[in-house]
């Protein structure tokens, strides 16, 4: 039985779910002004910890790429190799 098509419809599937809970979380009420205060307390942490984590991983990924680069100029890669990390790293 050929299963190719499972991949591409549980995909469609998956970011229709996806796309349909987050209209619907938004769409929900913030709630009272206490409630609303503590929402953005949480939203600032949220946005300074992702940004904390990007940094982080933008540094390994830059010493990284030129660690592959310079393996690549010594002949041990392919020149490919630390471009496709590169843009693996942006997905």
Same mark, same amino acid.
């Given at each position: +039985? ?23 979380? +938004? ?7 206490? +409630? ?34 310079? +393996? ?20």
């Amino acid at each position: +039985m050929d299963l190719l098509w499972l991949a591409p419809v549980g995909s469609i599937l998956a970011l229709s779910f996806a796309v349909y809970f987050t209209l619907f979380i +938004m769409r929900q009420d913030e709630g009272n002004e206490k +409630m609303r205060e503590i929402a953005q307390a949480v939203r600032i942490g949220a946005r300074a910890y992702i940004k904390r984590q990007y940094m982080g991983v933008s540094i390994f990924f830059i010493v990284a790429f030129f660690i592959l680069l310079a +393996m690549s100029f010594k002949g041990y890669l392919v020149i490919f190799v630390p471009f496709a990390f590169l843009t693996g790293g942006f997905f």
